[in-house]
């Protein structure tokens, strides 16, 4: 069974940056997809990024595209998510996931973090 841990959230101003790391255990591939989804406050859980394959093959969410970049470290089986310029409007609980089988579902969650951007 695959569990999930991310860290790495905290306020930062508007402009700033932060790096989130999500450590998987248990039974993980490097062919499987990992992602980040976010929720707001009062809104759905929105995909972020994701990452899958023996590439690295990355997609983003148009509202991060160029200021955000999910990276992998199968060695450490850990997943990052690289944030850029970050504007009010990022602030979320920041959630990792991951498709634990292969199945294009994502399975598994992890507990989030929560990242405050302000103005």
């Known amino acids: 069974q695959v569990q999930l841990v991310e860290s790495g959230g905290g306020l930062v101003q508007a402009g700033g940056s932060l790096r989130l790391s999500c450590a998987a255990s248990?039974?993980?591939?490097?062919?499987?997809?990992m992602g980040w989804f976010r929720q707001a406050p009062g809104k759905e859980r929105e995909f972020v990024a994701r990452?899958?394959?023996?590439?690295?093959?990355?997609y983003y969410a148009d509202s991060v595209k160029g200021r955000f970049t999910i990276s992998r470290d199968n060695a450490k089986n850990t997943v990052y998510l690289q944030m850029n310029s970050l504007k009010p409007e990022d602030t979320a609980v920041y959630y990792c996931?991951?498709?634990?089988?292969?199945?294009?579902?994502?399975?598994?969650w992890g507990q989030g973090t929560q990242v405050t951007v302000s103005s």
């Open positions: 996931a991951a498709d634990s089988n292969g199945s294009g579902v994502y399975d598994t």
């Open positions: 248990g039974r993980t591939s490097s062919r499987y997809a």
């Open positions: 990452i899958r394959g023996s590439r690295g093959d990355t």
